[in-house]
């Protein structure tokens, strides 16, 4: 093994609070970053080209790939789950629909025992992160990283869905992510100038050539060392090498809901029967390292269209997709350009909710996995998403081997709440599918109930179709319970020089896609941790 280098900072994870983390602890020259990354760079033209999201999800090379433990409730189906692995981690593979979620979402984290979090302390590092296309107000940012639009949403097909919600009783939110959030809206993106703007390009691309950061992709880190019970870095493998990185000042797990609890884990931090039967000596007893997984429950409601209504003919033809391709390469315009979730809503399942506990994401045509391939033909389909579930998770060991995944359990539905909100978000979705909007371009549902199906039948479909939004969060939660992980600021229970920043801290998934909320997360400690290190030099300067 080589001499350990020393850093600062050791941020594992460069993902989408990781590449944040790199940029503002770097920013003062003196401090030196060191951002490692198991994956490999991101710049392929299957993450830059946001209609081509499916070949990086799809790819073992930018996906982590886990998949769930048999799901109880899903009559034992596993459920994958996509995780990007590589600069940018899941923002380079992700939908890139930009929400930042409700006021009531972060204003209820107080209830975990935590301070500094509620929406009025968020909102400056959400103004923070981005540039909206509108421009700086009040809520919303101009200046910052993330470039995030307004999608076009010209099609007819989004124009029927936004029609079709507003028959059945919604409003138009306008901008879902400044005011009014119910309601059906034209979506909003992290994309750029055609380009998907991942945390890599908006955050580590701009400063990957500052002398005090060091960007390390293939490099696995498989052990955090301690000295005692303080953390001093780390132990990871590269191209077949080990080597030893050390922290002068804090080591920073950033590897997201699976990553950075297994890690723990594998270091020692966890729930003392987990760690024994592999050998792991306990550093930190906490019994909710790997707890509290939370995730979006997301059906499909899938419509056949008349023939050339939806999008399907310049996606499906030879021509078509030639034509795609090269006015995304030579102007960065047209199908290549868009995610194509250009429209969406939030609504609540029933009248007695606090405030909206449903999403609709939306595509204007439908797609089928035949044989390893993607086969899109004329139709539309909703997703219909939970945001608040009552279930609860876990990520656990199932060895000692850092390159063998931790066991994922969703538990999804195992609460009766969720089923019953579920069923009463599918109800709705079909009236709004059923609504004269969609009377020139919807045929017959696919695989989808009838409006006339019972609540048995419903819930017997929904537990053959369920699957994931791809929002896990929560198995480091940040709290003052024997349950918590994280302190308010990321810190770990119990040791010292180690936070985890990231979504795992999260006390409740938001109400939103979880992109936003984690780099906002980021930006807020960042902030506290510069102001914090000022303070030091300060003192020392006067000492």
Request: neutral net charge; contains cysteine; proline residues 5%.
């Amino acid at each position: 093994m080589n001499t350990p280098q020393t850093f600062d900072y050791l941020i594992i994870g460069a993902g989408s609070a990781g590449c944040v983390l790199a940029n503002r602890l770097s920013a003062d020259s003196s401090t030196t970053v060191c951002l490692i990354e198991a994956g490999p760079s991101d710049k392929s033209i299957f993450i830059k080209m946001p209609a081509a999201l499916t070949f990086p999800i799809e790819s073992d090379v930018y996906n982590w790939k886990y998949e769930s433990e048999p799901e109880g409730e899903l009559f034992g189906r596993s459920i994958g789950q996509a995780q990007g692995r590589g600069l940018g981690g899941s923002s380079s593979i992700n939908g890139m629909v930009f929400v930042r979620g409700s006021e009531k979402d972060y204003d209820g984290w107080k209830d975990f025992g935590v301070k500094g979090w509620d929406y009025q302390d968020c909102l400056p590092f959400f103004k923070k992160m981005e540039s909206f296309e509108a421009g700086v107000d009040p809520r919303r940012g101009g200046n910052g990283p993330l470039t995030v639009v307004r999608s076009e949403a010209s099609h007819p097909l989004y124009k029927a869905f936004l029609e079709a919600g507003q028959e059945h009783g919604l409003a138009d939110a306008g901008d879902y992510n400044s005011g009014n959030r119910e309601g059906v809206h034209v979506t909003q993106a992290s994309i750029r100038n055609g380009v998907r703007c991942s945390t890599s390009l908006a955050y580590l691309d701009p400063v990957k050539s500052r002398p005090n950061l060091t960007v390390m992709t293939g490099c696995h880190v498989e052990k955090i060392l301690f000295d005692g019970k303080t953390a001093i870095g780390v132990k990871a493998t590269r191209a077949g090498k080990t080597l030893e990185l050390r922290a002068a000042t804090e080591v920073i797990l950033s590897a997201g809901a699976y990553g950075s609890p297994h890690l723990l884990m594998l270091s020692g931090i966890g729930e003392r029967a987990q760690l024994a039967p592999f050998g792991i000596p306990v550093v930190s007893e906490l019994n909710g390292v790997g707890a509290n997984l939370q995730d979006h429950v997301v059906a499909p409601l899938r419509y056949r269209s008349v023939p050339g209504a939806s999008v399907s003919r310049e996606l499906n033809s030879t021509l078509g997709r030639l034509i795609l391709g090269a006015r995304w390469l030579l102007f960065k315009t047209g199908f290549g350009a868009t995610n194509f979730f250009e429209v969406g809503a939030f609504f609540k399942s029933d009248a007695d909710v606090d405030y909206y506990n449903m999403q609709h994401e939306f595509l204007p045509f439908l797609a089928d996995f035949q044989s390893g391939k993607v086969h899109i033909s004329d139709g539309f389909q909703y997703f219909v998403s939970q945001m608040r579930p009552y279930s609860r998770g876990s990520v656990k060991l199932r060895s000692a081997d850092p390159r063998v995944h931790a066991a994922v359990s969703f538990n999804y539905l195992s609460v009766q709440r969720d089923t019953r909100e579920m069923i009463n978000g599918i109800r709705k979705t079909m009236d709004m599918a059923n609504q004269g909007a969609w009377s020139r371009y919807r045929l017959d549902a696919v695989e989808t109930p009838e409006p006339g199906a019972t609540d048995t039948e419903l819930a017997q479909w929904l537990r053959t179709v369920a699957n994931t939004e791809h929002h896990p969060s929560g198995t480091c939660r940040m709290g003052t319970d024997a349950m918590a992980v994280t302190d308010q600021s990321g810190r770990v229970h119990g040791v010292q020089h180690l936070r985890v920043i990231d979504c795992s801290i999260l006390p409740r998934v938001p109400s939103a896609n979880i992109n936003a909320p984690t780099i906002m997360v980021a930006e807020k400690i960042a902030a506290e941790m510069v102001a914090a290190h000022a303070k030091r030099q300060t003192k020392l300067e006067f000492a």
